[in-house]
């Protein structure tokens, strides 16, 4: 049984069920709060002493009893700490909204709160209705990715989540699967290259071929720079809708596939396939979802999916019809130390 399974039980014996699903329904002030506190950079402020709410208000701008309200909503909850002085200090929850740490979810936490991203889930019952994106019924774009060429803030609030986000699960699948014997690593839609920077500095011998649009790779230039892989990591810009680059012996896609349905997760696939020589491997990095009434993240991510993308999170037997369709044999799921499985196909 996991953690979130076992909270769950615990919860269920100890609360009345009306009083879980008040809490329940009240989850989206505790993560709006959490956003304010983000985007205020109130765990920076905190980083080296503690601070009253006054000293944090004249330094962000902010009204100060309304400041203090909010922190200290967020101490009940153990994000910051209230102490007996009327100081504000980290605790190791509020340490996570810090700025440029290893696990830093403050961009995350800023994107989930930013208004484009809230309208969306206020409209999540009209993707329920007509299958659609909320981004359609909301902005009018088919998916959130052409809302972004327009609107290139909310772009950068997604692709600093993003790296948030693979931060978290990067190391557990670096160790979670045997990427030796590969030399050349081609990552399909890897961002700034968080992903194939911890997996090329844990497998020295590999060079890396960093693959995503334009706008994307302009920005992961600086970042493979800093971490040292300049010279063992190649930028590539492009449409994995057009094709990919050729010539790996890996072809790995990190959360890419669950952003689109079906024709379009194949065709994806297929660009794939035929830039991939016989012996080439396809690596898929995605939440698998079981079976039954398990608790898992990957079924809340997978509305998440709904609204924004047009895309789904997979069950495996999903994903091997998908492979299928697209010409590969799906051989192996290998799971990690995350909430992130990863797939294995090869070429039939």
């Not at 979130?4 to 615990?10: A, D, I, K, R, V």
């Not at 009253?52 to 909010?70: C, D, I, N, P, V």
């Not at 800023?110 to 889930?121: R, T």
């Amino acid at each position: 049984m996991n953690i979130t399974s076992s909270l769950q039980n615990f919860r269920a014996k100890i609360m009345p069920p009306q009083v879980a699903m008040v809490e329940m329904i009240n989850a989206y002030q505790v993560s709006q709060a959490i956003y304010v506190a983000a985007k205020l950079g109130i765990a920076d402020l905190l980083r080296n002493q503690a601070k009253s709410s006054k000293e944090l208000a004249q330094l962000t701008g902010m009204h100060e009893q309304s400041l203090y309200r909010l922190l200290r909503s967020l101490a009940s909850f153990g994000i910051f700490a209230e102490n007996e002085d009327g100081r504000f200090s980290l605790t190791p929850l509020a340490a996570t909204l810090q700025t440029d740490t290893p696990d830093s979810v403050r961009a995350w936490a800023i994107m989930s709160g930013e208004k484009w991203h809230w309208d969306l889930w206020g409209n999540l019952i009209e993707s329920v209705k007509t299958g659609k994106t909320a981004v359609e019924y909301t902005f009018g774009k088919p998916n959130i990715f052409e809302y972004f060429v327009q609107n290139p803030q909310a772009g950068n609030n997604f692709d600093e989540a993003m790296t948030n986000l693979a931060s978290m699960n990067n190391s557990a699948i670096a160790t979670g699967y045997d990427f030796s014997g590969i030399s050349t690593l081609v990552d399909i839609g890897g961002g700034y290259g968080s992903h194939l920077s911890t997996i090329l500095k844990a497998y020295p011998a590999i060079k890396g071929v960093l693959f995503d649009q334009p706008s994307v790779i302009t920005g992961a230039q600086e970042f493979i720079e800093v971490n040292g892989l300049a010279d063992r990591c190649e930028l590539v810009a492009g449409d994995f809708f057009q094709s990919v680059p050729s010539g790996g012996d890996a072809y790995l896609l990190k959360t890419v596939i669950h952003d689109w349905d079906e024709p379009q997760a194949i065709a994806i696939l297929k660009n794939c396939r035929r830039a991939m020589a016989e012996h080439s491997k396809l690596l898929l990095v995605e939440a698998v979802i079981p079976p039954g009434n398990t608790p898992y993240f990957g079924k809340l991510l997978d509305l998440e999916m709904l609204t924004t993308s047009g895309g789904r999170e997979r069950t495996e037997a999903e994903y091997r019809t998908l492979f299928d369709a697209a010409g590969f044999k799906l051989t192996k799921v290998f799971a990690t130390a995350s909430p992130w499985k990863v797939i294995e196909g090869v070429g039939c």
